[in-house]
């Protein structure tokens, strides 16, 4: 537990760094691709082997965050919920994303998700392919995201 | 004149008619990839071939929507400001974006630029190879974009 903790704790610091190379001397500002915005995804949220890639941070007008989340085969995040909602678009193969109704739903190359405020979700890579979404995560009250326990490999393959 | 007002309005009717196939039976929002969404760049506000894909619209949670949108090779949009701001995120290819100070950015795949509200620029491909952008782009008052003067040839290659 201790443990879990401490790699919580590591891949929060992680996520909470200063993005890399934001030049914020002109009218718009420019985020590099950079290593430093790259973290692995902690065993305590996720399932399996996950990256996540910060795009961009929410700011003052805009109150959401921008990243790449990319899953290997059979990798899922924990239960969690969004108190500001998010919208996923799958980039990169095809994501499954799971709702507290049992339903489970194949979301292709080119789509989206919208999921709303309260509701809790999973979302994560098929078992046999890896997966890259690009998730836009809104924030409310310095939070984006409420988390629960993992989930089973029962419900990863939507049986009851 | 007159043809370009009606481009105009075929552009903006083409991109405010409901999203294809959205899913509202389920906790979450399904909006999936359809031809229906895809629609040419009036060449009222872009200059050369310029193809607007959304992805999914605001909401009354989330006043941002999201599309793709490709450049061809010296497709650029033409000036403008987001009331509400916008995120870029470049997917394929390189951008260049333009502000009124003169400045031409290069943005690469995978790096994200931020133009606050108020802010005037532009954005488009390189004179030499296609882009893609996922843009994010907030609404105020039901207003995404005010839409001013093409760009010239000698602002888009940064020339006073």
């Known amino acids: ?5 401490l790699a919580l704790s590591a891949f929060v610091v992680a996520l909470c760094t200063p993005m890399a190379q934001a030049d914020t001397g ?12 790259v973290a692995k995804g902690s ?5 399996g082997d996950v990256q996540v890639n ?9 109150h959401y965050s921008g990243a ?11 239960w969690h919920e969004h108190p500001a909602g998010q919208h996923i678009v799958v980039t990169q193969g095809t994501a499954l994303t799971g709702t507290r109704d049992g339903k489970v739903t194949r979301v292709e190359t080119g789509d989206s998700v919208w999921c709303p405020p309260g509701v809790e979700h999973w979302h994560g890579a098929t078992p046999d392919a890896p997966m890259t979404h690009l998730v836009i995560t809104g924030v ?21």
């Open 26 to 37: 002109a009218a718009q500002t420019l985020f590099k691709a950079a290593p430093q915005n």
């Open 140 to 160: 409310r009250d310095g939070k984006n995201a409420v988390w629960k326990e993992h989930v089973t490999d029962a419900q990863y393959r939507g049986q009851p």
């Open 43 to 47: 065993a305590d949220v996720f399932t």
């Open 54 to 62: 910060r795009l961009f941070p929410a700011n003052d007008t805009a």
């Open 68 to 78: 790449y989340v990319t899953f290997a085969p059979g990798a899922r995040s924990a």
């Open 1 to 5: 537990m201790f443990m879990k903790k």
